[in-house]
Every structure is written in structure tokens, then in C-alpha cells.
């Protein structure tokens, strides 16, 4: 199924408006469900009704009280609201509701960190247009109930019965904005106009709503009715940031994760939708300050709502899709403002995955990824806008279509060229074709891809020189293996090799000629191309590197490869010299004297010390408490950045020679890592589930004891066996399944260890008669493997 792309907004079909016989945002409220409207109907309201825009949609789920029932008609309430109109001589027809002309939803600026400018939502970074003046806040009402005063009122009802206090303190509170403000405000005389503080009373919020489901159908129907009141309301001029606070407040009423509720929390998101850029940022920074579970909650909500939306499980529960486009888009962008205050929040409130929404997996996701090229952040909706919500497993879907299309594209060039110069077209044009010999591996690969540069993007296959072999896997996966483990070896020297992280980071040694860190760049971009696993440590930083930026730029001296760094990175490679840094940070005796350092660096090269300026002068420059986070800054700068420019720059530029594609933008450097080297989650069982046997059937008594022992193993034995096996302790992105795990019967003696070949992730295991001694071999088998384990 494909994702309807919304198209732009006409008042007919795609706003709905309320009219007094009872409908509200176009949809009839009945005792029992929403009715849609007749076709008549519809085209009298078209005819007599303004849009109304507002906000967009949410999530799924059920009420805990009452969640097959709906809520009931809200006739009454919208003709009160008209007649009062009418009486102040209102100029609109009597069923008119006049609210004002926002700007169409899919018009706006994303609100999402953009993928074409990564940046992180700060009103710090405003430019000065949108520091608007703040809009006088209006009056509260004061309003003296506490929490402790609302939790006792619980109390009586409970033993008592008499649920009016309590039906009169939601009635009253969510009855507008103003309302909510001068219930749940910490302090209604402060302004509360901040980024730090959004002055909501988060401990009532929290109680009021967590016993808001506990009640009766009638008091909940009453909360529905405040909130259409308050998002119903004429708006003049920009909101305040009691209108901001009253949206915070409404987005975490828990009633919206029921499907009925679903048209009034759509218009609730589709208001916060379409807010200034401003008031996004502040909302973000407020967001920020929700408790993680709750948190968790509210995207939870957003996620299910766009799931149902695109599948509901009873389509007759919603308006047409036709009817409400903006859904969807809507509730991603406030969806956005959430994964803002994640990335803002050090550290961050629950993990980037927990914003993926699997569902997106089973919708046309090149036609998601098309129009995003096509219309890129304009007026077409495409989810590549919000990548955070797409997952890696569909963002690699993404990129090995793409990487198809440019392999088909680059084979089918190739053979018009041979065509029109009339020779004979050959199958080994559509392919990259790499000779070479296993005793000069390193220099053959660096000159067959420098001399098949143009052909990076075609199916690549392997062959040893002097070798019988048809490359239909295992070949190009044993090239990648042995290639790996050569040029990573220390004696190489390109690497160095951190025991204390167990990571390789690039050797500051001058040289030159880098050409042979671009063929290890050209090497990570070929494993992403052709699907294949590598056993490579690098740290965090150098995927953060590789995607600054995700495009290579026009200009050559733009830099590349430079981002920004900080003493966490440092961490993930040298600890002992974070540790040490951290320290002088927080050293508080006298720095200058006790320390005694300058604004220097010194590195040994060859057996020779040199030293390097981390600035002008700063061989005279000391360190002081004064100016000791400038040095801490500048020398981690220095060994993450520029020590490494040169080296670093080719990597990047042989891994973009291959892996040039618009697909990197939508990654973040952890899914990065995680194409390039798998996920180090290990799921053993689901490992179980997928294995193929040749020579033994899965109930065999030799396997049940090699499942035992192995689902019995602590996590560093499991990651031992997975690397003896494959080549690499870590997971494909599509899982175990990805793997194609084998086991095959070694028709040998008892007293053989097992073997394992790595390029067809196939374990050879002989039939032990018993548990104990196959636990015995398995371990000295997979500990004792040198390198990849290869046979």
C-alpha cells in the first residue's frame, strides 16, 4: 500500500467546519459513533461554512472506561456559541463559526531537524524576524483548588458517591484556555515567557489526568466539550504563551488515545501544527521537561495514531481519506517538535529508535523517497521530511532500491556504449569485475578500483587470481574479510588499534599519499552497496564525520569531513586521555602552576616528539582556569579533526564515490554504523528460528545439545560463536533471518573441533554424543580462533 501523497487544501473537501445540528469538525457526533455526514449535507455546509483550521492528528489506543461508547451530541453547545454570536450582531451567518484564515499546513517550513540542515532547535538561533513581541497575556481567573484540594475531593467521591465537586472542577478547568492557565499555572501573576520554565503545575496535570478515566461518561464527555470550546475560539494575532501552556496541557489528555476521539485531537494537532516557527521552539525546549514514561506516552500516542490512520483497523471509524489529508502530516510535524526536545535533552529522554514507526515498512517507500527528491521540503508531504520516523530496516530498503536503480541505470549505459560502437556486448560489463591476487591484496584492489572508478555503482564480483570460482557471494564477502583484516592489522599502520576502547582510529602519521585510506572509504561504501557486514571498530565520531556533510559539495575546498567534536567523543577512543581532561576542567586548585601546560599538543611521529599550536602562539600561551575549556575544546578539535584532515578526507571521499546517493541524508551516523557493521543486539532465539540444517534435522540430539549450550552462554561466548561463524559478533539490520546461519554435519571423528566458513556463514559440527563434551570443543573452537576464523 502507498501513502496517498496530501494534496493542496481546498475549503470543501479538505477542511470540515461545524454547523448547529449538531456536527463538529465535519463529523456528526451520535450517542454511539460519528455518522458521516450525507453528500447533500456536505455540499449545503461547503456552501455556508468558512474552513477551520487547526491542528492534526494522534494516536491509537482505547479508553480504559467506556471505549466502545462515543460522546455525545454537542448541538446545544454549538448552537449556544452561535446564538451568542448572533447577539453580538455578528455580521456571519447564524451557522457560521468565523475563525480565522491559517496558513495551509502543508505550507510551513518543516518543524522537524531538517534533513537538508541538520541544526538542533534552539530559540537561541532564531533569526531576529521570528523573535516576535510577545502578545500581552489576558487576565486569569483565579482559581484557589490545589492538587492536595483535588485529591481529597477524589477521596470523598469515592466513598460517598457524589462525583458533582469533581464533575464542576473539569467542567470549569477545560472549559478554555484561560481556564487551564489558571488551574494548572504554577503562579498565575508570573509570566512564565522562558524557554527554561513552561510554569505548568506537572505533578496536578499529571494527577487530574490520571484520574480523568476513572470517571463518569459524563464528566468526560464534559472535558471533550471544553476542549472544542477552547479550540474552537476566535484567534487575533499571534498566541501567547498561556495559549502555548493550554496546548501542552491538552496534548497529554490521555482520553485521545481512544479512536473516537480522533477527529477532536486531529483539530488539536493540526493548531499546533501550523503555530509561528517561535512558538515551536518554545514548546520543544517545554517538552523536554515532560517525565520520561510520560514522554514515552505522548509519542507512543502519535505513533499509533499515524499507524491507524494509514490502516485503520475499521475504516468506518474514520472520515474518508480523502476528507482529512492533513492527518497524517499533522501529527509527523507535531511528532517533529517531539524528537526536537529528544535531541535537546542531554542526555537524550528515551532512544532515537523509540521515534521509528514500523509501519512505514509496509508502505511505497520509493514513492515516499521520490517525491521527497522530487519536491524536497516544499508543498508535497513525503515522510523522507521526518526521517526519524522512518526505521533503519526501511531506510535500508530505501537505499538498496536506490543503489538498484543506480546499478541497473550504470549496466544499461554500459551496454548502449558498447552497442553503439557495434561490439559485442558481454554479461561482464554489468558487473565490477575485481581481480586479484591474495599475495599482493592490497595494492590489486586499490588499483582495480581506481581503474574502474566509473563502475563503483555496478554488482561487484570477485576473483583470485590462479582460482577456479564462481563468485556467487562468498567470494566477494571472503575479498572484504581478508581486506579488512589486512589493512587494519597495527603493522600497517593506517590504524591505530585503542585496547581500552577496542576501536581503530586513523594514524596522524604524515605521508604522502592517502590514496590507500580512500580505498577503505571505497570499501565500507561497497559493503553498504552490495548488502555486506564488515568487521570494522570505529568510534561514534567517525560516522558523524562521514555524513559532514551527507552530500559531497561542488566546491572541492569545501572542507570535509569536519564536525563538531566534543571530549564524550574523545572517550570513545582514547578514555584515559578524556579522563585526563576532564580533570583539568574540574581542578580546583591552581591550574597554571600545578599543571604547568601551553596551548600545545605534542605527538610522537617516527620515534621523533613534535609539538603543534592548538592556536597562534600557543607555545606562550599557558593553561588557566580561565581558559582551560577553550584548551580542553581545541585539543580535542585537534586529534579528532585536524591531526587526522588529510587521512580522514579521502576515507570520506571514497566512501562518497560509491555511496553518493540522497538516501544518506535521512540516516544519523548511528544507523550509519549499523549498516555498515550490523546491530550489536544479539537475539539468539530468533537465530534458532532461522537456521538451516544440512546433514541434521533441527531434532537431532547433537543440535538440541548445541542449542542448549549455546542459548545457556553468557553474551560475550554468543558474540565469540557469531564471530567464529560469520566474520563479525554483530547482526544485519533485517535481523537473524538475514544471516542465513548454517549448520552442516562434519563427517569426521568426534575428537575435531568445529569448523566454520565465514564467507557462507556456515558452522561444520561433528556429531558429539554428548552435551558436555560438545560444550567443551565449542568453547576452545570459538575462543581460540585467530582473526576471522577463517578456514
Known amino acids: 500500500m502507498s501513502l496517498q501523497t496530501p494534496q493542496a487544501a481546498t475549503a470543501g473537501s479538505d477542511l470540515p467546519a461545524a454547523t448547529e445540528k449538531g456536527s ?98 534552539s530559540i537561541d538561533t532564531l533569526p531576529p524576524e521570528l523573535k516576535a513581541p510577545v502578545p500581552p497575556e489576558s487576565s486569569l481567573p483565579i482559581r484557589t483548588k490545589t492538587m492536595k484540594d483535588f485529591q481529597e475531593d477524589m477521596e470523598k467521591t469515592k466513598s460517598s458517591g457524589d462525583w458533582k465537586a469533581v464533575h464542576d472542577f473539569y467542567l470549569t478547568t477545560f472549559d478554555s484556555f484561560l481556564e487551564l492557565n489558571a488551574a494548572f499555572k504554577k503562579d498565575i501573576s508570573l509570566p512564565f515567557s522562558t524557554i527554561d520554565d513552561s510554569g505548568i ?11 480523568l478515566l476513572n470517571t463518569p461518561q459524563d464528566i468526560q464527555k464534559s472535558v471533550l466539550k471544553g476542549i472544542i470550546n477552547g479550540l474552537l475560539q476566535e484567534w487575533k494575532g499571534p498566541r501567547t504563551k498561556d495559549d502555548l501552556r493550554a496546548y501542552c496541557i491538552l496534548l497529554q489528555n490521555p482520553q485521545f488515545s481512544n479512536t473516537s476521539t480522533y477527529v477532536i485531537y486531529a483539530h488539536l494537532l493540526r493548531q499546533i501544527a501550523t503555530l509561528a516557527e517561535a512558538d515551536h521552539h518554545f514548546l520543544a525546549h517545554w517538552f523536554k521537561k515532560i517525565s520520561q514514561r510520560r514522554f514515552k506516552q505522548l509519542v507512543d500516542r502519535l505513533l499509533q495514531f499515524i499507524s491507524l490512520r494509514l490502516f485503520p483497523a475499521k475504516p468506518e471509524e474514520f472520515p474518508p481519506m480523502i476528507k482529512c489529508t492533513w492527518w497524517i502530516p499533522s501529527a ?65 530498503v530505501i537505499i538498496q532500491r536506490d543503489s538498484e536503480q543506480q546499478m541497473i541505470s550504470m549496466a544499461r549505459q554500459s551496454l548502449v556504449d558498447k552497442v553503439s560502437r557495434r561490439q559485442r556486448p558481454d554479461m561482464n560489463m554489468l558487473f565490477l569485475n575485481l581481480k586479484v591476487r591474495r599475495m599482493h591484496l592490497v595494492s590489486d584492489s586499490l588499483d582495480e578500483l581506481t581503474r574502474k572508478r566509473a563502475d563503483l555503482k555496478k554488482k561487484l564480483k570477485v576473483t583470485f587470481v590462479g582460482e577456479a570460482g564462481l563468485d556467487m557471494g562468498g567470494l566477494t564477502k571472503e575479498w572484504f574479510l581478508l581486506l579488512i583484516r589486512q589493512i587494519f592489522h597495527p603493522d600497517y ?61 561542488c566546491d572541492q575546498n569545501t572542507p570535509v569531513g569536519l564536525s563538531d567534536v566534543s571530549l564524550d567523543d574523545l572517550c570513545h577512543i582514547i578514555p584515559e586521555l578524556a579522563h585526563g581532561l576532564s580533570e583539568l576542567l574540574s581542578y580546583e586548585d591552581n591550574v597554571e602552576e600545578d599543571f604547568y601546560s ?38 580535542v578539535d585537534f586529534i579528532l579533526n585536524k591531526s587526522v584532515y588529510k587521512q580522514f578526507a579521502a576515507f570520506y571521499y571514497g566512501f562518497h564515490s560509491v555511496c553518493d546517493s540522497y538516501a544518506l541524508m535521512l540516516l544519523r551516523p548511528e544507523e550509519v554504523e549499523i549498516l555498515v557493521c550490523g546491530s550489536p543486539e544479539l537475539d539468539m532465539y530468533a537465530l534458532q528460528r532461522n537456521t538451516q540444517y544440512d546433514g541434521y534435522l533441527k531434532t537431532d540430539l547433537t543440535i538440541r545439545y548445541f542449542w542448549e549450550v549455546v542459548l545457556g552462554f553468557p553474551l560475550d561466548l554468543q558474540k565469540k560463536l557469531l564471530h567464529f561463524t ?34 557462507f556463514n556456515q ?6 554424543k554428548s552435551k558436555k563434551e560438545l560444550k567443551q570443543k565449542l568453547i576452545i573452537g570459538i575462543s581460540n580462533a585467530e582473526g576471522f576464523g577463517l578456514e
Open 24 to 121: 463538529f469538525l465535519g463529523y456528526k457526533m451520535g450517542e454511539d459513533s460519528f455518522v458521516p455526514p450525507s453528500v447533500e449535507e456536505e455540499e449545503e455546509e461547503e456552501e455556508k461554512l468558512p474552513p477551520i483550521l487547526t491542528a492534526p492528528n494522534t494516536a491509537a489506543g482505547g479508553l480504559e472506561r467506556g471505549a466502545k461508547s462515543q460522546f455525545s451530541t454537542f448541538s446545544n453547545f454549538i448552537s449556544t456559541i452561535n446564538q451568542k454570536r448572533e447577539a453580538a450582531g455578528s455580521s456571519s451567518s447564524p451557522t457560521q463559526l468565523v475563525i480565522p484564515n491559517i496558513k495551509n499546513v502543508r505550507d510551513l517550513p518543516p518543524i522537524c531537524l531538517d534533513v537538508r540542515q541538520k541544526q538542533r532547535i
Open 332 to 396: 509527523t510535524k507535531v511528532l517533529a517538535l517531539f524528537n526536537a526536545a529528544n535531541s535537546l535533552a542531554n542526555p537524550a529522554i528515551i532512544p532515537y529508535m523509540d521515534f521509528y514507526n514500523s509501519t512505514l515498512d509496509h508502505i511505497d517507500l520509493m514513492e515516499e523517497y521520490h517525491n521527497w527528491q522530487c519536491y524536497g521540503n516544499s508543498h508535497r508531504f513525503s515522510f523522507c521530511q521526518y526521517p526519524f520516523i522512518i526505521s533503519i530496516a526501511a531506510k535500508k
Open 201 to 211: 503545575n506537572a505533578k496536578f496535570v499529571n494527577a487530574v489526568y490520571d484520574a
Open 598 to 635: 601551553t596551548f600545545q599538543v605534542f605527538q610522537e611521529e617516527f620515534g621523533v616528539i613534535k609539538s603543534y599550536n592548538l592556536k597562534p602562539g600557543g607555545d606562550k600561551i599557558p593553561v588557566t582556569a580561565q581558559n582551560r575549556k577553550e584548551y580542553v575544546q581545541l585539543y
Open 763 to 768: 558452522l561444520c559440527l561433528p556429531p558429539y
Open 726 to 759: 560469520t566474520g563479525s559478533d554483530r547482526v544485519p539490520v533485517g535481523g537473524m533471518a538475514d544471516l542465513n546461519f548454517k549448520i552442516s554435519k562434519s563427517e569426521t571423528s568426534t575428537n575435531w573441533l568445529p569448523v566454520a566458513h565465514t564467507c
Open 493 to 553: 599502520g593506517m590504524f591505530t588499534y585503542h585496547k581500552d576502547s577496542h576501536c581503530h582510529w586513523f594514524s596522524s602519521y604524515k605521508c604522502d599519499n592517502y590514496s590507500e585510506f580512500r580505498l577503505v572509504g571505497a570499501l565500507m561504501g561497497l559493503a553498504v552497496y552490495n548488502s555486506i557486514t564488515l568487521d570494522i571498530r570505529f568510534p561514534p565520531c567517525c560516522y558523524k564525520k562521514l555524513l559532514s556533510p551527507p552530500i559531497v559539495p
